[in-house]
C-alpha cells in the first residue's frame, strides 16, 4: 500500500463537523473542481501569488500540481502538509500547515482556502483550529504563524478568535498594486486557552519521522 511508504496518508483530523486529510487522486480531483467552481470574489485577490486569477481549468490543474510538488518536497527540515477538508463526505477546502527547521525552531505556518459557496459556515475556524491541534498537541509546537491582507477580515477575525496576537505588517505586490498583510503569531499558552474545538488525531505516529527530525 502507498501509505505503507508514505506514512502521512494514515493521518486524520476530524473535528465535530470536518475531516481533513491527505486525498486519493478521486478526492484531489474533486477538490481541484471546487477551486474551478471559484475561491473568493475576483474583485479581490486574498493570495500573495494570484494562482486563484487563472481560467479555471489553469486554476484546477495548479491545485493538482501544487498538491504533488508539496509532498514529493516534504523533508523534515522543510515540509507543509496540505490536507483536503472534508464535510459529510463533501470536499469543501483545503488546509495546510508547514515548517521549517521545525525540530529546532518548534514553530509552524498555516495557510488555506475554502470553496467560495461554503463561505460563511465556519469552515475556516474549525479547520484551522484543526491543524492547531495537530501542531500544538500532536508536534509540540511552541508557535503558529498565520498572516492575510488587512481587506481579508475573514482570515483576520479566524486568528483573533483562535488567540493570535498581532506580529507586525508586510508589504508586496498584488495585481500590480502595493498590499499590506497583517502577521499574526500563537504561542501555546494562548492556544491552550482558546482551544474550544474539540478536535482528535489518528495516525500520527507512523508519520511523525516525516515531520520532525530524529535528531530532535
Request: aromatic residues 6%.
Amino acid at each position: 500500500m502507498l501509505s505503507d511508504h508514505f506514512p502521512l496518508h494514515h493521518l486524520v483530523l476530524r473535528t465535530p463537523r470536518l475531516e481533513l486529510r491527505l486525498p486519493s487522486d478521486e478526492e484531489l480531483s474533486a477538490l481541484a473542481d471546487l477551486a474551478a467552481d471559484g475561491i473568493h470574489d475576483p474583485a479581490v485577490m486574498p493570495f500573495t501569488f494570484p494562482w486563484s486569477d487563472l481560467e479555471p481549468a489553469l486554476r484546477a490543474r495548479s491545485v493538482v500540481q501544487h498538491h504533488w510538488r508539496t509532498l514529493g518536497a516534504l523533508t523534515p527540515q522543510d515540509w507543509q502538509l496540505s490536507l483536503t477538508v472534508f464535510r459529510d463526505g463533501e470536499v469543501v477546502a483545503l488546509q495546510a500547515l508547514g515548517a521549517k527547521d521545525f525540530a529546532s525552531l518548534r514553530e509552524v505556518s498555516s495557510g488555506s482556502w475554502v470553496g467560495r459557496r461554503f463561505h460563511g459556515q465556519g469552515i475556516g475556524t474549525e479547520m484551522r483550529a484543526a491543524v492547531l491541534h495537530l501542531a500544538f498537541a500532536g508536534l509540540d509546537a511552541l508557535e503558529a504563524t498565520s498572516g492575510a491582507f488587512t481587506d481579508n477580515p475573514s482570515s483576520n477575525a479566524i486568528s483573533h478568535k483562535l488567540g493570535y496576537r498581532d506580529d507586525g505588517i508586510d508589504r508586496c505586490m498584488r495585481r500590480g498594486e502595493i498590499g499590506t498583510i497583517r502577521r499574526f503569531r500563537l504561542d501555546r499558552a494562548s492556544w491552550e486557552k482558546h482551544a474550544t474545538t474539540e478536535v482528535t488525531i489518528d495516525g500520527l505516529e507512523a508519520g511523525l519521522p516525516l515531520l520532525v527530525a530524529e535528531s530532535a
